[in-house]
Each structure stands twice: as structure tokens, then as C-alpha cells.
């Protein structure tokens, strides 16, 4: 089948290296356009467009609206569009070009955590199992008929990045093996289950503020949920932000009050509403992450003024 793949982040790019390998052709690539990254702000193209213009394949990074798009679109002659994270809604009339329609690529088990954010959401929640489901986009959010699921285990200590990145490799496969099925003739799109509907909004960076007056295993869970993006954090007082990366659970520790720090010569212990956690790496303002260990030993002043308390 002739293809218009779209997607834009990196964990889009195993579903594009999967079509390259795969019996489809790949006509185009549709991406979100060059956006400004690092200290310098400098345009930098979309993880999914380096790797199309490697590929030696067409670019598009039109918002897709309006009459030009729509010809650009029909003039590429495509039987379907594979979507992974690609962060443009489509209208009706772009949603009704491809023969067999836009084949979407979602990181969960639909109809659970529709939106931006499924596997941290999941992982926040605290569920055991996940997986990623190839559908028919509709212009619902994540509501369109399934066509294909694979499941994926969530492991004790994984971070969203670590969840993803298996997601993304396994989900690439799924979204080939529809494809060919669709093209063969041999799948039929059901639609999703009534019951069982959640729903994944984007993690603001107020979202991923750590309240340390809940239980031990929901902080453990909320900072893995938000590693590495948007990143969990903290306040030193009276108002300094510090970051968090994945804290481990420390049972034993019982006598510390929520939020209460206490800083040993190899550990950092952290109190919450049942028992203390280990914090793993911190990063302080315009510092770099450091082992919690050696930022307690280079901030022994903060410490000596009595008790911490973070917020």
C-alpha cells in the first residue's frame, strides 16, 4: 500500500523504520513543524523529520486545513495513513482521504487512558499491565473503532521513558501487522467497549509537583510517571525548586513527618503519610542531577540550620 506516515516525536520513529522495512510504501512523511529546542532556542526539525529526510522520503509540515493541504494530500494518492504521536487533530475532510482512512497508533489499551499522556497516566495510577492499539481515528479523542492491541507488563520500577520506549518498539510491530491485515482484507475495526473508559490529559509541570502528605508508594509512583518528562520536583525552603528523579521506598523508615529530610553520610530519607522514601538523583536550580547523597554533603549549611522540611 502507498502510505502517509505522521508523527513527530521520538517515539514515533520505531513505527517509521518499521513501515520502511515493511512490504508498504512510504509516499510522505507528515510532521508537526521545526520547533525552537535547547539553551539557544534554535529550530530544530521533528525526531520523525530527520529521520524521513535520511530515508530520502518527502516532508510535509503543513497545519492540515484548508483547500491547499487537502490537495496536497489527494495529489499523493495514499491507501492509508499511519499515525503515531503526530499532535494535530484532523478535521473530517482530511480524516476521509485515505482509502482505508488514518490508522492511529495509542500508547494504552483503548478505551482506557484516551489523551496525551496514557502511559505516564498509567503509571501514576499505579496500573500492572498496559499495551498500545492501533484504530481508526475519528474526531473523537481516541474513540474510533480498534482494529489491534498488544499488551506490555509494567514493571515494578519503571519510569514513563522506560515504558515508552518498549511501547514504542512493540507497538511498531502492532501497527505493521494491521496494516497488512488491512490490506489483505482479513480485519474487521470493533468498536471500543462503553466500560472502561479513562482519559490521559497532558501532565502540566504543576502536575508533577510531589506532595509528600500521601502514601510512599503514590510519590514513587507520581515521580516515575513524570521521568523524564515533565520532571517531578520539589520545594527546598523558603521557595527553591528542586528536582526529582525515581525515589525508591525505604518501609523501615517510620519517624519521619511528611516532607520531614533527613540527610545521612549515603542517603537522603524523605518523609511521607506512611513511611520514608530514598531519594534517587536530585537536580537543583541550574545544576546538573547529582546522586541526593552529594548534593545533602555540598548543601551541609541548609541542613545545619535545623530541620527541612520540603513542600
Known amino acids: 500500500m502507498r502510505l502517509l506516515f505522521a508523527g513527530t516525536p521520538e517515539p514515533a520513529v520505531p513505527s517509521l523504520e518499521a513501515l520502511l522495512a515493511s512490504r508498504h510504501e ?43 493541504f487537502l490537495a496536497r494530500l489527494r495529489g499523493l494518492d495514499v491507501d492509508a495513513a499511519p499515525v503515531v504521536a503526530y499532535g ?14 488514518w490508522i492511529n497508533l495509542h500508547f494504552s489499551v483503548l478505551p482506557a487512558w484516551r489523551g496525551a499522556a496514557p502511559v505516564q497516566r498509567a503509571l501514576i495510577a499505579g496500573d500492572e499491565v498496559t499495551g498500545a492499539t492501533t484504530f481508526l481515528l475519528d474526531e473523537g ?26 511501547l514504542a518498539v512493540s507497538g511498531a510491530g502492532l501497527l505493521v501487522a494491521t496494516l497488512d491485515a488491512l490490506e489483505d482484507g482479513t480485519l474487521s475495526p470493533q468498536p471500543q ?21 500521601v502514601p510512599a508508594l503514590a510519590v514513587d509512583r507520581l515521580v516515575r510517571g513524570c521521568t523524564p518528562a515533565p520532571g517531578a520536583w520539589t520545594v ?35 518523609g511521607t503519610a506512611t513511611h520514608a522514601v530514598r531519594l534517587g538523583e ?30
Open 26 to 68: 512510504v509516499v510522505a512523511v507528515l510532521t508537526r513543524a521545526d520547533a525552537p529546542s535547547g539553551r539557544g532556542r534554535r529550530l530544530t526539525p521533528s525526531p520523525v523529520r530527520a529521520r524521513a529526510e535520511e530515508a530520502g522520503i518527502p516532508v510535509l509540515t503543513d497545519v492540515p486545513r484548508g483547500e491547499d
Open 282 to 311: 536530585v537536580t537543583p536550580v541550574g545544576k546538573r542531577a547529582m546522586p541526593a547523597a552529594d548534593w545533602a554533603r555540598g548543601a551541609r549549611g541548609l541542613f545545619d540550620a535545623g530541620d527541612v522540611v520540603l513542600g
Open 236 to 270: 527546598l525552603p523558603p521557595e527553591t525548586r528542586l528536582g526529582l528523579g525515581p525515589v525508591t521506598l525505604a518501609p523501615e523508615v517510620t519517624d519521619l513527618a511528611p516532607g520531614a529530610v533527613r540527610a545521612l553520610k549515603k542517603e537522603v530519607l524523605v
Open 88 to 101: 494535530h487533530l484532523l478535521r473530517s475532510d482530511v480524516l476521509a482521504v485515505p482509502r482505508l482512512g
Open 193 to 213: 467497549p462503553a466500560d472502561g473508559v479513562s482519559i490521559a490529559p497532558k501532565l502540566a509541570p504543576q502536575d508533577a509537583r510531589v506532595r509528600w502528605d
Open 141 to 166: 479523542m481516541d474513540t474510533g473503532p480498534v482494529l489491534g492491541t498488544v499488551t506490555e507488563t509494567i514493571r515494578p520500577r519503571d519510569t514513563a521513558g522506560d515504558l515508552l520506549g518498549r
